[in-house]
């Protein structure tokens, strides 16, 4: 993520990833502040065997772009809800990637950093049977929940 003010949307992603035993790592890389660091990350991904970066940034966020021009491990990019526009600066700044160098871009806030953990998941689970299962079981868990609650009864 871009900041450690991120950290309150991303959590939501580091914890379905914990939930789904997936291993993975969490670090603060700024496009702005620290863009050497972003260049070194991104360039050391594909060596390092990451599968997958979910990129979490707001306000210009660039983060996920830069990322993804700068290796070909594929970029989820998570906008955060940004203080003056709510984050749709930072959806249409991750969305709008040029042709030629995707970014995968998910929803505004928490439920964006939640699918961007899922998503990376179920492309994970193509090639890893237990961990279907262990998505399995989470959807399951989510139907079950929607399937016994209830609503008061009618006035
Ligand atoms: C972006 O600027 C970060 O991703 C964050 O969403 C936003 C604000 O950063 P801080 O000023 O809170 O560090 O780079």
Redesign the pocket.
């Known amino acids: 993520?871009?900041?450690t003010?991120?950290w309150g949307t991303m959590e939501r992603a580091a914890e379905l990833l914990a939930r789904l035993e997936i291993p993975h790592e969490t670090r603060v890389v700024?496009a702005?502040r620290t863009p050497d660091l972003l260049f070194e990350y991104a360039e050391q991904a594909r060596e390092r065997g990451l599968s997958a970066i979910i990129a979490g940034?707001?306000?210009a966020?660039h983060?996920p772009g830069m990322l993804a021009a700068k290796t070909p491990v594929p970029v989820l990019g998570v906008p955060?809800a940004?203080r003056h526009l709510q984050g749709e600066d930072s959806l249409l700044s991750i969305v709008q990637m040029p042709r030629g160098i995707p970014v995968a871009t998910f929803a505004i806030g928490e439920s964006g950093a939640a699918n961007a953990a899922l998503f990376a998941a179920a492309m994970l689970a193509t090639g890893d049977p237990d961990l279907a299962a262990r998505l399995d079981a989470f959807r399951a868990e989510q139907r079950d929940a929607v399937l016994g609650q209830t609503l008061p009864p009618d006035p």
């Open positions: 993520m871009g900041s003010s991120d700024s702005h940034a707001g306000g966020a983060l955060v940004s």
